[in-house]
């Protein structure tokens, strides 16, 4: 019997050790992705909402929100290396409180399987959503630096005054890097 406790208490430390070790071997850093417009028109549904607050972007000529910029940071993405997108936080500030509005977030994702939209936003007013990807999951993004992109579409209308109506979008993105 104390031999059996010996032994079980020998496999339970060894455990207690290993496992720290183990788990450090796989901590991941975590980037981020931030990005915010000035205020745009209503109307940015079947073209990508873009920001003079960043150099522009565009892939295959066509302007898009969000692409790798090699001289803003250093993070992997803006490097044009691979990353996976783990979770995202999306606001939609409208400038009327009582104007309705809703957006999406979408990956170019270069041919990575995975999903287009990956996170949406909407309601009355100022509106956000956020979400994360289980763990060992997320949506593959990157490594093409000529097609590499993230897209942010947002509609609104009503309130008081229709025709001043504004919305931004405050977007950030978090993600791993092989």
């Not at 270069?110 to 994360?132: E, W, Y």
């Amino acid at each position: 019997m104390l031999i059996d406790m010996t032994r079980f208490l020998g496999v339970s430390l060894a455990a207690l050790i290993l496992v720290p070790v183990t788990a450090n071997a796989q901590i991941k850093t975590v980037w981020s992705i931030f990005w915010l417009t000035p205020p745009l028109s209503c109307n940015f549904w079947g073209q990508p909402m873009t920001s003079n607050y960043y150099p522009p972007c565009k892939v295959g000529g066509v302007h898009v929100s969000i692409c790798p910029q090699p001289t803003v940071s250093q993070q992997p993405f803006d490097q044009g290396k691979p990353i996976t997108i783990v979770g995202w936080e999306l606001m939609q500030i409208l400038s009327d409180p009582t104007a309705s509005g809703y957006m999406v977030i979408g990956s170019g994702n270069s041919g990575n399987p995975g999903a287009d939209v990956f996170g949406m936003t909407g309601g009355v007013g100022t509106n956000m959503k956020n979400g994360t990807f289980p763990p060992d999951t997320g949506l593959p993004q990157g490594g093409n630096p000529g097609y590499s992109h993230i897209d942010v579409y947002g509609v609104c209308s009503g309130g008081k005054n229709p025709a001043t109506l504004t919305q931004q979008a405050l977007v950030t993105i978090l993600c791993t890097s092989p």
